[in-house]
């Protein structure tokens, strides 16, 4: 139980960090790349 909890936790903040950096990959301007 305490660990799939563990686990659950880890991909969810995972997932955000992924969408932070797929939205922060957006935000950048087309020329700067």
């Excluded at 659950?8 to 950096?21: E, H, V």
């Excluded at 990959?25 to 020329?31: A, C, D, L, M």
């Amino acid at each position: 139980m305490f660990n799939n909890k563990v686990n659950l936790f880890r991909s969810s903040i995972l997932n955000q960090i992924n969408l932070m950096m797929l939205m922060g990959i957006e935000q950048v301007p087309k020329g700067r790349v």
